[in-house]
C-alpha cells in the first residue's frame, strides 16, 4: 500500500499520548489509526491528578464532557507531616485554581480518564483503532511512512508515524537513541480505596501530600469522591520493569510501621496494591526525523512528583495537531515545528519534578527548614508559583 496526503496519521500507542494525539487530530480534520500492542484498552487500577493545562484540552478535545461526571475537583492541598500526621499548609485548588486559570484542577481514576478519551475516539469517524497490534518498525519515503505490524507482519501505509509508546518506546529505541531509561531507586505503590476508609478529619474533599525523609504518600478522591487514590514512593534498591507489579498488602503495611497512626490507618484500608519503579531518561536529541515522530513518556518521560506526565501528552497532542493542520503540506516541516516547541517546556516539566522529589524527601535541619517556608508563606503564594505550569494554553 503506498502513502499519499490523504493517508491517516499513524499512532503507535493507545495509552493517554495516542488517544489524545487522534482526538485532537480528528478536531483538526485529520485522519489517524491508533495501533495498541494490547489486546484491549483496559488501564491499571490508579488514580491520576490532571492539572487545568491538561483538563483545558479534555475540554477541547471532547473527552470531557463524559469525564466531569466520574471526577472530583478537590477544594485544596493538604501538605502534612507524614511522621506525626500535622497539617503543614492548606494550598488552595477547586474553586481558586479554576478561576485563576480558567481551567478546572481534576482528580480521577486512570481507567476514567482512559475510558472518556476511548469513547470519544470511538464516536469519532475519522479514527481506527486496532488493538493487539504491535508498531515495530518504520520507513519513510517522501510521500509517507510505512509501518511494519509485529504480529501479522503486514504493512500499513500513513502520512506521518506518531510513537506514542510510552516510557519504554521501542520506536524512540529504534529510531532515535538506543539508550534505556535507568531505575532512580524509588518505588511508587499504589492502590484505591473507598472513602468510607478514610478515618474523620480526613475525610474531606481535599488532595493530600505526606512528607518525610526518604518517603511521600500522595492520596486524592477519585469515581466522583467515592474512592481515594493512593501512591506511596519509598526510596529503595530494588526495582520491577512492570507497570503494575501486585504487591503484598502486608508487605506495604511493614513499610509504613513508622508513619503517623492516622496514615497507618488509611493504607490499611488498601487491599489490591500494584508497585511501579520510577525510571528516568535523558530526552532524545530529536524526537522528530522527517515524518516520524516521538510524543509522551516516549519523547520525555516525567517522574510524578509533579503529577504532569500525562498532562504534558495532552499538551504535546494539541500542539501536533495544530501543526499538522497549518503546515501547507510540509509533514517534516510540522514535525520539526512541533518538536521546536514543544522541548523546552517538557525539560523544564522534568526539571520541576526532579526537584520537587529532592524537596519531598529531604531529612533533618532541611526538611525543617522547608516545613518552615511552607508554614509562613500565604498559601495562594505558594500556589502562583505554579503559574507557569498551570497556565499553558494550546495554540489557537
Ligand atoms: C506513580 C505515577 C503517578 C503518576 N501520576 C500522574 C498524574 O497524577 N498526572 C499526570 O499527568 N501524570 C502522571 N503520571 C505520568 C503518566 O502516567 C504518564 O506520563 C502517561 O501515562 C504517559 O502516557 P503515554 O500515552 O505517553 O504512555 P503510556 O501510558 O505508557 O502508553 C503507551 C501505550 O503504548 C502501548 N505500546 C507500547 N509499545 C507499543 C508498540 N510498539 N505498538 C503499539 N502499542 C504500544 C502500551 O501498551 C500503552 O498502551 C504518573 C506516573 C506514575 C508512574
Known sequence: MTASSDSPVLIAGGGIGGLAAALALSKAGIASHVLERRADFTEAGAGIQIGPNGTRILEAI??????????????????????????????????????????????????????????????????????????????????????????SGATLAGRALIAADGLWSTLRAKHFDPAPAHPTGKNAYRTVIPVSSLPEG??????????????????????????????????????????????????????????????????????????????????????????IGLLGDAAHPVLPFLAQGAVLALEDASVLAYELSHSSGSVSGALTRYEDKRRARALRVQSASRRNGRIYHLAGTLAKARDKVLRRSPATLLMRQYDWLYGWKPPA
Open 202 to 291: 480526613l475525610a474531606v474533599n481535599d488532595a493530600h501530600i505526606w512528607l518525610t525523609a526518604g518517603a511521600h504518600v500522595v492520596h486524592y478522591p477519585v469515581r466522583a469522591g467515592r474512592e481515594h487514590a493512593f501512591v506511596i514512593i519509598f526510596e529503595e534498591p530494588q526495582h520491577t520493569l512492570g507497570w503494575s507489579t501486585h504487591v503484598e498488602a502486608a508487605f506495604v503495611r511493614a513499610r509504613a510501621q513508622r508513619l503517623a497512626p492516622s496514615l497507618r490507618v488509611l493504607l490499611e484500608a488498601g487491599e489490591n496494591w500494584r508497585v511501579w519503579s520510577l525510571h528516568e531518561l535523558a530526552m532524545p536529541q530529536r524526537w522528530s526525523d522527517g515524518r
Open 62 to 151: 471532547g473527552a470531557a464532557s463524559w469525564l466531569r461526571e466520574h471526577v472530583a475537583a478537590p477544594d485544596a492541598l493538604q501538605v502534612r507531616d507524614a511522621l506525626t500526621g500535622e497539617k503543614i499548609t492548606r494550598m488552595p485548588l477547586g474553586g481558586w485554581i479554576a478561576k485563576r486559570h480558567g481551567s478546572p484542577y481534576w482528580t480521577m481514576h486512570r481507567q476514567d480518564l482512559h475510558a472518556a478519551l476511548l469513547q470519544a475516539a470511538r464516536a469519532a469517524s475519522n479514527i481506527t483503532l486496532t488493538t493487539g497490534t504491535t508498531a515495530e518498525a518504520v520507513t519513510q519515503s517522501t510521500t509517507g511512512v510505512t509501518l511494519r505490524c509485529a504480529e
